[in-house]
């Protein structure tokens, strides 16, 4: 039988739909991603705005050097630049950068940072090449590697303590460091607990403290009577700039006490789902809410922290999906401080749906037999 012309129209189109779509998803994918980031770099040195939250890491590092407080009293508080308000050990870990100038230090830390952010799926055996350069158009992800914070080293290291979950001192170091750097991600040791991991949530927690009270020893313990009053001087004053359920508890008119009651409900609701789900035996869901307890609970959230939802997406979904494209709507918001009451509530409303959808394929996952869960970490072909 002699094919129409319309049947032999067909057949080539479904021959060419595969060379199209591989070349749709490595223009949108692979370059455009590239030319984002380098676009980043560029725009970034000609607005002098160059990692600039590292600014505060860079002169606490030169004041230790110095021999100085990296916590002086009676410097103005601001949004970028004012004083120091992390635990000495990142300033400590800074002090290597301070060998160079602060500019050449600044880009220095983008692009470790970049890496930083590339090495989470990574470490996660996310092995399909469009979800690195999906990842890098995330908005938060923009803004952590150009505001240059601990956002992303934080990811990666809770990252390290999923990889390394049934081993006791790579988990319990990983997050261990993040507790002595930030004390935010605390809820990765409740998950420990929960998961029957005992061990690693002690020796996390005594990590944790012997790093935090080893680094206030490296500068005489300078500053830490009056830390707690920096931290409160800090919420009191950008802390309204925040994306947090209490700040849209505000923006709806609610008594600060209400507003500030039915934030810690949720935060410690996330923690209590830790407990249960992990006790269950779904330690995938109960990792990712954990994770969404750090956010949830923390006071002051600046759009680079919704980063971590990297880490949320990867664990639950190795492989491109819907998920992997639900923090790009995060381009509605301003960056970070100063959000208008819709772009507070849209932000937390689209962390949410990305943490409802990798909730949902995490329990996928945790149904699947192991051979299927394997399958998600083979690479995927560059025509598929």
């Known amino acids: 039988m002699i094919p129409t012309a319309s049947q032999s129209s067909g057949t080539a189109v479904a021959a060419l739909s595969?060379?199209?779509?591989?070349?749709?998803?490595?223009?949108?994918?692979?370059v455009f991603p590239a030319v984002v980031v380098g676009g980043l770099f560029l725009t970034a040195v000609q607005d002098d705005a160059v990692a600039m939250d590292f600014q505060q890491f860079y002169r606490a590092a030169a004041s230790i050097l110095r021999g100085e407080t990296p916590y002086p009293a009676g410097v103005p508080q601001a949004t970028w630049g004012g004083p120091y308000p992390y635990p000495p050990l990142p300033a400590l870990a800074a002090i290597p950068l301070t060998a160079v100038s602060l500019k050449a230090a600044e880009l220095m830390v983008m692009g470790i940072l970049v890496a930083a952010a590339l090495a989470i799926p990574f470490v996660l055996s996310v092995r399909d090449w469009r979800c690195y350069g999906l990842l890098l158009l995330w908005p938060p992800v923009i803004s952590a590697i150009q505001t240059g914070n601990l956002t992303l080293f934080l990811g990666l290291a809770a990252a390290l303590s999923w990889r390394y979950r049934d081993r006791l001192l790579p988990s319990s170091a990983a997050v261990g460091g993040a507790l002595a750097a930030k004390l935010f991600l605390w809820p990765l040791a409740v998950w420990f607990a929960a998961t029957r991991r005992v061990g690693s949530a002690l020796l996390s927690s005594l990590i944790g403290a012997g790093l935090l009270i080893a680094s206030w020893a490296a500068i005489r313990f300078d500053g830490l009577v009056g830390y707690p009053e920096r931290l409160q001087k800090l919420d009191?004053?950008?802390?309204?700039?925040?994306?947090?359920?209490?700040?849209?508890?505000?923006?709806?008119?609610?008594?600060?006490t209400v507003a500030r009651a039915l934030w810690l409900a949720l935060g410690v609701g996330l923690v209590a789902a830790v407990v249960v789900v992990g006790r269950r035996g779904g330690e995938r869901s109960a990792f990712i809410l954990a994770i969404a307890a750090s956010l949830a609970l923390t006071p002051i959230v600046w759009l680079h922290y919704f980063a971590l939802l990297v880490v949320v997406v990867a664990v639950a979904r190795p492989r491109l999906g819907v998920v992997w494209f639900v923090p790009l709507a995060m381009v509605v918001t301003p960056g970070s401080g100063h959000p208008a009451p819709l772009e507070t509530s849209a932000t937390l409303a689209i962390a949410a749906l990305t943490i409802a959808l990798a909730l949902r394929d995490s329990s996928s996952r945790e149904r699947e037999d192991p051979a299927t869960a394997a399958a998600d970490r083979r690479p995927v072909p560059a025509g598929a």
């Open 236 to 256: 009191r004053t950008i802390g309204e700039d925040s994306y947090t359920a209490y700040i849209v508890g505000l923006d709806l008119e609610l008594p600060s």
């Open 18 to 30: 595969p060379r199209i779509l591989w070349f749709a998803s490595l223009v949108f994918l692979g």
